[in-house]
């Protein structure tokens, strides 16, 4: 079975707190586009939640006084990437 690119699909978004659901008309083409682009935009909301998660975590480590590479606590810490190396 063949999908014809452009053929007009009725895309509609709805979510709980809109008072009624949004539609449009769309090719397949923009479709897929449309949901390429979404599909990057939570690829990039995962990644700004793990530099957040790594730099809380880092955050916590410091304020505890351990080096935040290898987890020694600062005054046995040897490692070459150590911030005050």
């Known amino acids: 079975m063949d999908i014809d690119p452009d053929e007009i699909v009725t895309v509609e978004l709805d979510t709980y707190d809109w008072e009624r659901s949004y539609s449009r008309l769309l ?7 449309l949901l390429l682009h979404f599909d990057d935009m939570a ?10 998660a790594q730099h809380n975590q880092r955050a916590e480590l410091v304020a505890a006084g351990r080096c935040p590479n290898c987890r020694w606590p600062d005054y046995q810490c040897n490692c070459a990437e150590h911030p005050d190396a």
């Open 27 to 33: 090719t397949r083409r923009q479709l897929g586009e």
């Open 43 to 52: 690829d990039q909301t995962e990644a700004t939640y793990e530099e957040g």
